[in-house]
C-alpha cells in the first residue's frame, strides 16, 4: 500500500472526514498538522500549490482535497489508487 499523507489542521472539519474515510477503509496514513508549523505548511504548499486543507497525498499522487477524495471514492478510483481491492482490503502482491 502506498504512503498516504494527509495536510491538516486542529479546527477543520473536512480535514476530520478525510480521516474518517482513510480509517473505514483501514488505511494508515501520516497526519502533517500545520497549524503551528510553517515548515510543513511551505512543504504543503510547494506540494499541492494549495493553500486549504486537508491535502492528501497518496504516494507522489496529489489527491486534493476531502471533496476530491470523496468523489474519488464514489468513482471506485480511490481503492485502486491505494492499492485495496473492491472490499477496502489490501490487494494481495
Known amino acids: 500500500m502506498p504512503n498516504v499523507v494527509v495536510y491538516s489542521t486542529a479546527i477543520c472539519p473536512y480535514c476530520v472526514r478525510a480521516k474518517a474515510l482513510l480509517k473505514r477503509k483501514g488505511v494508515d496514513f501520516e497526519e502533517r498538522m500545520i497549524d503551528n508549523d510553517r515548515t510543513l505548511m ?6 499541492s500549490q494549495r493553500r486549504t486543507v486537508p491535502q492528501i497525498f497518496v504516494g507522489d499522487h496529489h489527491v486534493g482535497g476531502y471533496d476530491d477524495m470523496a ?8 481503492d ?8 477496502g482490503e489490501e490487494e494481495p502482491t
Open 42 to 47: 511551505r512543504e504543503m504548499l510547494e506540494r
Open 71 to 78: 468523489e474519488l471514492d464514489s468513482l471506485g478510483e480511490l
Open 80 to 87: 485502486k489508487l491505494l492499492g485495496l481491492d473492491g472490499d
